[in-house]
C-alpha cells in the first residue's frame, strides 16, 4: 500500500526538489573497496517512525467527531469540519513524508575507499562528505531499541573533535559520518578499520610517523646553525687579529 502511494505521488513531488541522482566519487588515488546502501528495513524503520509521528493528530479526529455529535449546531466552528481539515492536513504531511524517505533512502550511498570514506546523503536538503583516514580518530558501531527492532545497524565515523549524535540526524558536523541502515555494520567497520591501518602503516598521514622526522628534522637545523656561527666566528676572530692565532693570556 505504502509503495503503491509512493509511486502515485513521487512524480508531484520530485521536480520540486530538483534532486541529483548521480552517484558520487572518491577523490583520485583512492581505490574503491565497496559500495554500499542502506538496507530496505531502514526504509521500513524510516516508514513507521514517519506513520507513528502523524498518528497523535488522527487520533483527534475521533474526538471531534464525538464533539460534533454533543454540541450539534451550538459550536461557533463545526467539530466536524474541524475534524476533515486535521485528517486532510495529516494524510497530506504523510503522504509527502512517505515520498521523500524513499527519495531520501535512494539518494543515501556509501562507497568506502582505500584512503577516504565518502558518503550522499538527503532529499530536502543533499549533503556529500569526505573523510580522509588521516584524521579519522574513531569507528563505532551503534544500535538503538528500534534498530535492533528493525535488524540493522549505524556505524559512526569521527574524526578529531567530533560529537556524538543520533543516527540519521540531521545537522551533522562536517567532521563526522554516519552510515545508517547497515545490516553488515561490525564487517565494514573491520574494513574500514584494515584500510585505516594499511595507510598508517605506510606512513601516509600518522602523527607517530611524522613527529619522529620533524624532531630530527628540527635537531639538524639546529645542528648546522650552529656550525655556522661557530665558522664565522672563528673567522672574525682571524681577521681582527691579522690571520694570526690569538696571544696566550697573560699571566
Known sequence: MISALVSALRPLVEPLLKLRFEPPTLPEGSQTLRKLKPSERYLAYAYTRAVLSHVGPLLSVPALIVLELVVGGYATVSPFL???????????????????????????????????????????????????????????????????????????VSTAGGSRGKPGEHGVPSHEARLVGLEDAEGIRDLILGALRQQRDAGLGDPSHEAPRTRTRLLKEIRDAAAALALATERRAQKTSGGLPPAPPGR
Request: aromatic share 8%; no cysteine; proline share 1%.
Open 82 to 156: 474541524a475534524a476533515i481539515l486535521v485528517l486532510s492536513l495529516t494524510l497530506a504531511s504523510l503522504a509527502v513524508s512517505l515520498v521523500v524517505l524513499r527519495l531520501d533512502w535512494e539518494l543515501r550511498d556509501y562507497l568506502i575507499g582505500s584512503r577516504s570514506l565518502r558518503l550522499r546523503e538527503g532529499a530536502f536538503v543533499q549533503r556529500e562528505l569526505t573523510l580522509s583516514y588521516a584524521n579519522v580518530q574513531n569507528v563505532e558501531v551503534t544500535q538503538g531499541p528500534l534498530e535492533r527492532l528493525f535488524g540493522f545497524k549505524s556505524l559512526r
